[in-house]
């Protein structure tokens, strides 16, 4: 069916099965020798679905590298051992599998960082060492010696990560480099850092190895690399004996986004596109390519030789094999929201997956048939229901799901209609395949009745939350509307708004009525406008001032607490919710107390001042409770009752928590 993503990719000495590299991720397991069992089986169940060359989380070459203490290391002998449990699992799956050498240079978060200059970055608590010119020969003989290990340990090759804002992209541009010996200063100069790294990493493990480069060909930096300089170094990095290269897009200090849940579908492929036709090697594309349709797209187009894919691989290991097997609605897509991968590792927790909590958690959570199959209902055909009953049918329990609703998906139903939400569309799809599969018992539109479940072994309440009303004067002025007014029932909203509450339902319904439909995330172009990504690239870095579009219209974003509003969203994406709002010209205010609501409109109190902000409705995301009107009537008939999700707890807008204690639950009964 995918012709060219499924096609083999003759490198010479090996051919890889198809056009699908597993990007490298930190799962968290690269760091103990203990946890090695565990990521050799995250890897071979990657392998045993189908994908083509995999590479392995970023191992540093020395310590001075580390992203933080002890992180994973490949630097001694002893070292190797237990890597061979990940090539070895890997290779008895048929698969390929590469290591990740990254040197965190400035963005280490632990005090022996290095760097070029000495020149602290603005996401990183330490300030690095200058490296001395034998500290630079040093750092060359660590990758090197770093390649030959992981050759030692049956990798089929490794991957440089010369990207992301790392050690080797902190030599290239005058930015981070001051230098004025040989590696740095002019262009050549800096450029002699990555290459020297392959040349003399070639020379040292043969020509039968594959050697990945991760380019950075676009920093979305100031003062990044000019677009003559990125041909410049692919052309030499491909003479010093790189077997493919790789695309990086966007420094981790970058504040353009560049793999978030509203970043447009291959929203960067024209970037690596450039570089076609300028050396001869395979090149992979990536950032946002999270299905089939997408990947055969753009390698159809000549955009790339492979594509990239981390995260989607999280989601789903058997990717690659549903796609051969032309079963691509049945891929349970990755939804790019960070919240379990990317999220967890800032956090240093084990990454996992919002949609597949068994990602990185394969010999753990563990999904067996059952011993005796039992009669289920599951009530609430949310994320936690859907993933509930799906498990539970998989294991052979006879279950039946309702659900008042016409549809299924729960508050997910909202959440889809959020622009840059366009992707939990498809976990509603996924969903809606493996009920057909598993064979569940599907009653839509249907009030559970606690006298018609009494022949059911068990109940799952999945029942989810209520939003929360406002105790303020005047809430029931027909100004005032709830999220659910807004996102589900489709009210009439005015063109000057004061949302309450500014947890992440009141930040997406601020982007719902800020943004104009279809939303940027569907249109590439618009989306690099706003943003300020310059596809011509003519300045180096690609950054051109942003042209954000007029807001729909003007909103007020308020808290009660004190401190500035999104402080506690997510890690890796709130920053990007909070400059989305700052663009549309939200005003954000925090420590606001509410007076009253009247014809005049929201009266409120900021830092001692009364204000009355003149707005046309005042809409409440004041965070919800549990749903769990049915419980005592169950339990009262003397049925089991479990509770998951948003039923159990409320308090977080947090799909991942439901579908996971709904899968744990669900392996259990
Ligand atoms: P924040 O609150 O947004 O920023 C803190 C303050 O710094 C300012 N700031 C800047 N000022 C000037 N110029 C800049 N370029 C710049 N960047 C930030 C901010 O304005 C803010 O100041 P304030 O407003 O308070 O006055 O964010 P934060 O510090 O809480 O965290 C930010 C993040 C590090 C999370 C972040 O920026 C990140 O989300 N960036 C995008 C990263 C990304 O998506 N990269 C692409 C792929 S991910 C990948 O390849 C692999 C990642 C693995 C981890 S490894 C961890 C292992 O243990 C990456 C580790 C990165 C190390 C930095
Ligand atoms: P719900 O999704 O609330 O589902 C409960 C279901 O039970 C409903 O379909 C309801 O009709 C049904 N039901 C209730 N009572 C009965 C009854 N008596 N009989 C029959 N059926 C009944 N989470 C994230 O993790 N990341 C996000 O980015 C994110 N964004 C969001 C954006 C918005 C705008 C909203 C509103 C929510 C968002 N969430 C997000 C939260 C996420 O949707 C919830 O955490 C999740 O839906 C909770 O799942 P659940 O299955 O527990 O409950
Ligand atoms: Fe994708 Fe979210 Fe899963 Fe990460 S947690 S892999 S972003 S769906």
């Not at 020395?62 to 290779?91: C, D, Y």
């Not at 219209?553 to 506690?568: D, F, H, I, K, T």
């Not at 925090?590 to 009266?603: N, S």
């Amino acid at each position: 069916p995918y012709s060219h993503l499924l096609a083999p990719l003759d490198l010479g000495f090996t051919t890889l099965r198809n056009r699908v590299l597993m990007g490298s991720m930190h799962t968290g397991l690269e760091d103990k020798a203990k946890d090695y069992d565990k990521l050799a089986a995250f890897f071979a169940e990657r392998a045993r679905g189908g994908v083509g060359l995999i590479v392995t989380g970023g191992m540093a070459p020395n310590i001075e590298g580390w992203l933080k203490p002890f992180s994973g290391t490949m630097s001694m002998p002893w070292h190797v051992a237990r890597h061979r449990k990940v090539t070895q699992a890997v290779h008895d799956e048929g698969g390929k599998i590469c290591m990740q050498i990254l040197h965190a240079g400035r963005y280490a978060y632990q005090p022996l960082s290095v760097a070029p200059s000495k020149i602290k970055s603005p996401i990183s608590p330490f300030t690095p060492r200058a490296l001395s010119t034998r500290g630079v020969e040093r750092s060359i003989d660590a990758f090197v010696r770093s390649a030959k290990l992981a050759r030692d340990a049956g990798y089929d090759g490794v991957e440089v990560m010369g990207s992301e804002g790392y050690l080797i992209n902190q030599f290239l541009t005058g930015r981070t480099n001051r230098r004025t010996d040989r590696w740095g200063g002019s262009t050549e100069n800096r450029m002699r850092f990555p290459i020297e790294i392959v040349r003399r990493m070639r020379e040292a493990v043969g020509k039968d190895f594959i050697i990945i480069y991760r380019l950075s060909m676009l920093d979305l930096v100031d003062n990044g690399q000019p677009w003559d300089d990125i041909v410049t170094l692919a052309r030499a990095i491909e003479a010093a004996g790189a077997t493919i290269i790789n695309t990086g897009i966007g420094w981790h200090e970058a504040r353009v986004p560049t793999i978030v849940t509203s970043v447009p579908r291959g929203a960067f492929t024209w970037v690596t596109r450039r570089l076609k036709g300028e050396v001869g090697i395979p090149l992979v594309t990536t950032n946002r390519i999270n299905m089939p349709d997408v990947a055969e797209r753009i390698l159809a187009a000549g955009d790339a030789d492979m594509v990239s894919m981390a995260r989607p691989l999280l989601a789903d290991p058997e990717w690659v094999n549903k796609a051969s097997a032309n079963r691509s609605q049945t891929i349970n897509t990755c939804i790019a929201c960070n919240q379990a991968c990317l999220d967890h590792v800032f956090a240093s927790r084990r990454a996992s997956c919002l949609v597949n909590p068994r990602a990185c958690h394969e010999t753990e959570l563990v999904i067996r048939p059952a011993t005796e199959r039992k009669r289920y209902a599951v009530i609430g055909a949310g994320p936690a229901g859907l993933a509930c009953a799906t498990t539970l049918a998989e294991r052979g329990h006879a279950v039946t799901l309702i659900d008042r609703a016409a549809q299924i998906g729960g508050q997910f139903n909202m959440a889809k209609r959020i622009p840059g939400k366009e992707e939990f569309h498809e976990t509603l799809r996924y969903f809606g395949e493996r009920l057909k599969d598993t064979g569940v018992t599907v009653k839509l539109g249907t009030h559970a009745v606690p006298d018609e479940l009494k022949d059911f072994d068990g109940v799952v309440l999945a029942s989810g939350v209520l939003p929360r009303g406002l105790d303020v004067p005047g809430h029931d002025h027909p100004k005032v509307l709830s999220y659910l007014d807004v996102l589900l029932h489709d009210r009439a909203v005015g063109k000057r708004v004061a949302i309450i509450g500014a947890g992440g339902i009141g930040f997406d319904t601020a982007e719902f009525l800020t943004e104009h439909a279809p939303s940027p995330t569907t249109d590439i172009a618009r989306w690099t406008k706003e943003w300020g990504v310059d596809m011509t690239m003519a300045t180096p870095g690609g950054l051109m001032p942003a042209q954000p579009e007029a807001p729909a219209r003007e909103v007020w974003l308020l808290q009660r607490s004190e401190g500035r509003p999104g402080a506690r969203l997510n890690k890796t994406s709130g920053w990007v919710h909070r400059a989305t709002l700052k663009n549309k010209k939200v005003r954000m205010l925090g420590g606001v107390t509410y007076e009253r609501i009247d014809d005049d409109g929201l009266h409120v109190t900021v830092d001692g001042q009364a204000q009355v902000l003149d707005v046309d409705n005042v809409i409440v995301c004041a965070g919800q409770e549990p749903n769990r009107e049915l419980q005592s009537a169950l339990e009262a008939l003397g049925i089991p009752v479990h509770l998951i999700g948003g039923a159990d707890v409320a308090a977080e807008l947090d799909a991942k928590r439901a579908i996971d204690t709904a899968t744990r639950l669900a392996a259990r009964l």
